[in-house]
């Protein structure tokens, strides 16, 4: 008992809390300022999971890049288990709409990419790189290329790919956008599972209001471009969540409205 | 999932293939034509002294007395059959050719004679003048290879650079785009008057000619790779090194193996002519050396020696792609 509270206690430890302030961000474009972002606030606890949702092309996958350090953002803070944001760092990960694998690399050795820029030991890494693929479901096609991958199998990689090294922080940018229906559905369970596992801290950005309401445990919906938000909605229904659960289809039909979608 | 198609429409097509009965008397057709020439050699009286005619008619006997058991043994002989069965026709053509040249030339010499010498006579400069032959031929091969590892070498770091560093780029490519496209063989004369030996010239030559198209192509597929494969590592903790070593020269390597195979068929241009105009060895001056004595058969059995090490070269070159980008099986055909 006192082991297992433990356990769940150290497990929460886990996942870095997220301090988004005032972010305001612009792209060059020829010359000209293009705003994507004005003044987002966003402020995610460890081990939470919170989605952004918002029209095509609005600015979320900017903000994932800005928290993953990938650019500074022009104007605000960002912090992530109380540091400040001053470029990527491997425990914070995102995982892209496009799997990204290296098509020079088997699935294995895509998987060892962070292990071996971090300079992991090799008897380490295999270890470590074994209980990732097993975690989804890929132990069967270590060695396959990614050519010879489904989607929602080099999908599967990914993840693998970012979970080997234990992030503290996930950011999924629309990772199931390009997935069909079914496959689409069955990558849900698994990401919600997965973070039931591991505890990290999740930000999905995805325009599938149904998949937010799925998997997210607050809501974010942000207004076309340059993004700001408009509502932020707790979805407080318990896991594992129905699509046809009352609450979640009126939560559907008012994120609809905000969106404008629904009149 | 194109590849997996191409890969299933490849093997449906070769099943298709090997149900087609290949008829079991190609081979032996093709015996026979060896068979009738080296009899047609041996029969008709020539307008000329060739000593090595015996020896050519004996060797195209062999080939088909050879060909004759290999073709009644037919499917038995496993995949060396089936290879043979495939290139029976190709065989039977040679033999057709060699009849035909054998005929317009040694026996009723329809074609001027010092210009257009018998098979048997390019046969005699292989059997007797093969010391001066071999030699020049690795002289040629050495000076390749040192040259095209000097250009391929500096090519490939220097693409890799300009492709990975901006500073690098700034200065690098106006050089390039002005000095690049002017062929090699234009810097000769200047080559062979600053370079203290004329070796060490056409190394800088061959090196020259090899290295521009594969600093370029470098350069492009670094350029090229995918920027989310750099977002990726950099995310994942990886240094500057990491990025140029791991993921942009993989990245580049498809578009690398192009550039080695143009700054290849470049150096061998190259190499001909410097061997003509400074060398003092090599094949291209064996051609050189032979036109002046009005040696025509050693001219032919040189452009002969050079195709089989070009064409031998090129093979080679495949193979190394093939083994180093295995991953791309299924992906590209080219």
Same mark, same amino acid.
């Given at each position: 008992?006192?082991?297992?509270?433990?356990?769940?206690?150290?497990?929460?430890?886990?996942?870095?809390?997220?301090?988004?302030?005032?972010?305001?961000?612009?792209?060059?474009?020829?010359?000209?300022?293009?705003?994507?972002?004005?003044?987002?606030?966003?402020?995610?606890?460890?081990?939470?999971?919170?989605?952004?949702?918002?029209?095509?092309?609005?600015?979320?996958?900017?903000?994932?890049?800005?928290?993953?350090?990938?650019?500074?953002?022009?104007?605000?803070?960002?912090?992530?288990?109380?540091?400040?944001?001053?470029?990527?760092?491997?425990?914070?990960?995102?995982?892209?709409?496009?799997?990204?694998?290296?098509?020079?690399?088997?699935?294995?050795?895509?998987?060892?990419?962070?292990?071996?820029?971090?300079?992991?030991?090799?008897?380490?890494?295999?270890?470590?790189?074994?209980?990732?693929?097993?975690?989804?479901?890929?132990?069967?096609?270590?060695?396959?290329?990614?050519?010879?991958?489904?989607?929602?199998?080099?999908?599967?990689?990914?993840?693998?790919?970012?979970?080997?090294?234990?992030?503290?922080?996930?950011?999924?940018?629309?990772?199931?956008?390009?997935?069909?229906?079914?496959?689409?559905?069955?990558?849900?369970?698994?990401?919600?599972?997965?973070?039931?596992?591991?505890?990290?801290?999740?930000?999905?950005?995805?325009?599938?209001?149904?998949?937010?309401?799925?998997?997210?445990?607050?809501?974010?919906?942000?207004?076309?471009?340059?993004?700001?938000?408009?509502?932020?909605?707790?979805?407080?229904?318990?896991?594992?969540?129905?699509?046809?659960?009352?609450?979640?289809?009126?939560?559907?039909?008012?994120?609809?409205?905000?969106?404008?979608?629904?009149? | 999932?194109?590849?997996?198609?191409?890969?299933?429409?490849?093997?449906?097509?070769?099943?298709?293939?090997? &149900?087609?009965?290949?008829?079991?008397?190609?081979?032996?057709?093709?015996?026979?034509?060896?068979?009738?020439?080296?009899?047609?050699?041996?029969?008709?009286?020539?307008?000329?002294?060739?000593?090595?005619?015996?020896?050519?008619? &004996?060797?195209?006997?062999?080939?088909?007395?050879?060909?004759?058991?290999?073709?009644?043994?037919?499917?038995?002989?496993?995949?060396?059959?089936?290879?043979?069965?495939?290139?029976?026709?190709?065989?039977?053509?040679?033999?057709?050719?060699?009849?035909?040249?054998?005929?317009?030339?040694?026996?009723?010499?329809?074609?001027?004679?010092?210009?257009?010498?018998?098979?048997?006579?390019? !046969?005699?400069?292989?059997?007797?003048?093969?010391?001066?032959?071999?030699?020049?031929?690795?002289?040629?091969?050495?000076?390749?290879?040192?040259?095209?590892?000097?250009?391929?070498?500096?090519?490939?770091?220097?693409?890799?650079?300009?492709?990975?560093?901006?500073?690098?780029?700034?200065?690098?490519?106006?050089?390039?785009?002005?000095?690049?496209?002017?062929?090699?063989?234009?810097?000769?004369?200047?080559?062979?008057?600053?370079?203290?030996?004329?070796?060490?010239?056409?190394?800088?030559?061959?090196?020259?000619?090899?290295?521009?198209?594969?600093?370029? !192509?470098?350069?492009?597929?670094?350029?090229?790779?995918?920027?989310?494969?750099?977002?990726?590592?950099?995310?994942?903790?990886?240094?500057?090194?990491?990025?140029?070593?791991?993921?942009?020269?993989?990245?580049?390597?498809?578009?690398?193996?192009?550039?080695?195979?143009?700054?290849?068929?470049?150096?061998?241009?190259?190499?001909?002519?410097?061997?003509?105009?400074?060398?003092?060895?090599?094949?291209?001056?064996?051609?050189?050396?032979?036109?002046?004595?009005?040696?025509?058969?050693?001219?032919?059995?040189?452009?002969?020696?050079?195709?089989?090490?070009?064409?031998?070269?090129?093979?080679?070159?495949?193979?190394?792609?093939?083994?180093?980008?295995?991953?791309?099986?299924?992906?590209?055909?080219?």
């Amino acid at each position: 008992m006192v082991a297992a509270t433990l356990q769940r206690h150290t497990d929460q430890a886990r996942g870095a809390s997220l301090h988004a302030e005032a972010v305001s961000h612009a792209f060059d474009i020829r010359g000209a300022p293009l705003p994507v972002l004005d003044q987002v606030s966003v402020t995610v606890a460890p081990g939470g999971f919170v989605a952004l949702l918002g029209p095509s092309g609005c600015g979320k996958s900017t903000l994932l890049r800005l928290v993953a350090g990938l650019e500074p953002p022009d104007q605000g803070v960002i912090t992530v288990g109380g540091q400040l944001v001053e470029g990527p760092d491997p425990s914070r990960l995102l995982v892209f709409q496009d799997p990204t694998l290296y098509p020079w690399r088997t699935v294995r050795g895509n998987v060892a990419l962070g292990l071996e820029a971090q300079g992991v030991g090799r008897a380490d890494r295999a270890a470590r790189i074994d209980r990732a693929l097993g975690l989804v479901g890929l132990s069967a096609f270590a060695d396959a290329y990614p050519h010879q991958l489904s989607g929602g199998m080099a999908q599967r990689a990914a993840l693998a790919r970012a979970l080997v090294n234990e992030p503290r922080l996930l950011l999924l940018d629309e990772p199931l956008g390009k997935l069909d229906a079914l496959t689409r559905l069955a990558m849900q369970a698994e990401i919600l599972r997965l973070w039931q596992e591991k505890r990290f801290t999740a930000v999905l950005v995805t325009h599938d209001v149904e998949e937010a309401l799925i998997l997210a445990e607050r809501v974010i919906v942000l207004s076309d471009r340059p993004a700001a938000i408009r509502a932020e909605l707790p979805v407080e229904a318990p896991y594992p969540r129905h699509r046809d659960d009352p609450d979640l289809v009126r939560l559907r039909r008012t994120i609809l409205e905000i969106l404008g979608q629904v009149t | 999932m194109s590849g997996s198609i191409t890969a299933v429409t490849a093997a449906r097509v070769a099943a298709a293939r090997a &149900h087609v009965p290949v008829p079991p008397w190609r081979v032996l057709a093709a015996g026979t034509v060896w068979l009738a020439l080296a009899g047609l050699t041996l029969a008709l009286p020539e307008t000329g002294d060739f000593p090595r005619t015996a020896a050519f008619a &004996h060797g195209a006997a062999v080939i088909g007395l050879g060909l004759l058991p290999l073709g009644l043994l037919g499917a038995r002989l496993g995949g060396f059959g089936a290879r043979l069965q495939h290139w029976s026709p190709w065989l039977a053509a040679l033999a057709i050719a060699l009849v035909a040249w054998e005929v317009v030339t040694a026996k009723f010499c329809l074609l001027p004679m010092p210009f257009f010498p018998p098979p048997q006579a390019i !046969l005699e400069v292989f059997l007797d003048d093969w010391p001066r032959l071999g030699g020049s031929t690795l002289n040629s091969l050495i000076l390749l290879a040192g040259g095209y590892a000097i250009g391929a070498g500096f090519g490939f770091v220097l693409g890799v650079a300009i492709g990975t560093s901006k500073a690098v780029g700034y200065w690098a490519h106006p050089v390039l785009r002005f000095v690049g496209p002017l062929p090699a063989t234009a810097w000769l004369p200047l080559a062979f008057f600053v370079f203290p030996t004329s070796w060490s010239a056409s190394t800088f030559l061959v090196a020259l000619a090899t290295g521009f198209p594969v600093t370029v !192509l470098t350069w492009s597929g670094v350029a090229g790779a995918n920027k989310a494969y750099f977002d990726v590592a950099r995310t994942l903790g990886a240094s500057p090194s990491f990025l140029v070593l791991r993921v942009a020269v993989p990245a580049a390597l498809p578009h690398v193996f192009v550039g080695l195979f143009m700054g290849l068929g470049g150096s061998f241009a190259v190499l001909v002519v410097a061997e003509m105009l400074g060398v003092k060895s090599g094949l291209g001056w064996y051609l050189q050396w032979a036109q002046g004595w009005a040696a025509y058969a050693n001219m032919y059995a040189a452009l002969i020696v050079m195709a089989l090490m070009c064409s031998s070269l090129i093979t080679l070159l495949f193979r190394l792609r093939d083994r180093l980008l295995a991953w791309q099986k299924g992906l590209v055909q080219w």
